[in-house]
């Protein structure tokens, strides 16, 4: 079972931040955020990741809350390719330093012009 | 870009039916993955490959079998193809750069429809 949980739809101006929330009380302390999107049914795009601190690169920032038992993404300027499906997830180790994705529904952002 | 190809991208069989699904890479990741996705759902693992001939059972592995004879292909089998393995199958690399040991890239996916 996924690990997370996010609100099933969101709206966001083009133009405006847009900001997806995900809750994952239950993460352990080495267990790390990830956030990857779907377009269409295209196989899914990595975005971020993120442990304890805040991270930014050129997509997205993820804000971490302090205890770790929610994160935020921020898309800075939603574009219209940005529409997609947002999947919070929680990395797990499976053994051989190799690791499991368990994507659960995901957020489908839609960006209005 | 990451050298992932999926092949085929779409077919259509019959229950009971031997179905082989390849994956290709061309950059040398150490790490290969296949997943299935539904609709209305997120991706969910099957199996996973952390080497040549080295292999492991994900969370829905029931009907599927993996092989992975060289570091660039990794098969997925459905040894008797049933109409509730009907999906789209993603293949997914990593470890092959120190950035993308963080990163699993997809495949374009394979519709799978069993009849």
């Not at chain 1, 739809?9 to 997806?20: I, Y």
């Not at chain 1, 993120?50 to 574009?79: F, Q, V, W």
Request: aromatic content about 10%; proline content about 4%; overall charge neutral.
């Amino acid at each position: 079972d996924a690990k997370t949980t996010q609100p099933p739809s969101m709206d966001c101006a083009e133009g405006r931040a847009a900001n997806l929330p995900c809750n994952h009380s239950t993460i352990s302390g080495n267990e790390y955020v990830y956030w990857y999107r779907q377009i269409h049914s295209q196989g899914p795009q990595y975005i971020i990741h993120g442990l304890k601190n805040n991270e930014t690169n050129e997509m997205a920032s993820l804000i971490i809350t302090e205890d770790r038992k929610s994160s935020t993404l921020i898309l800075p300027h939603a574009t219209l390719r940005d529409t997609a499906v947002y999947y919070c997830i929680v990395r797990v180790a499976t053994g051989a330093g190799s690791y499991q994705l368990t994507f659960g529904k995901g957020t489908k952002l839609s960006v209005i012009p | 870009d990451a050298g992932i190809t999926q092949s085929p991208r779409h077919k259509v069989t019959e229950t009971g039916t031997p179905v082989t699904l390849r994956c290709h890479q061309t950059e040398n990741h150490r790490y290969m993955y296949w997943y299935r996705q539904d609709p209305g759902h997120g991706l969910r693992l099957i199996h996973y490959s952390y080497g040549v001939k080295d292999t492991d059972k994900g969370e829905v592995s029931d009907g599927y079998s993996v092989s992975r004879s060289k570091t660039e292909d990794f098969l997925l089998t459905l040894e008797s193809a049933t109409s509730s393995q009907t999906s789209v199958y993603f293949c997914a690399i990593s470890g092959q750069r120190e950035r993308s040991y963080n990163e699993q890239f997809f495949g374009p996916g394979t519709r799978l429809t069993v009849l």
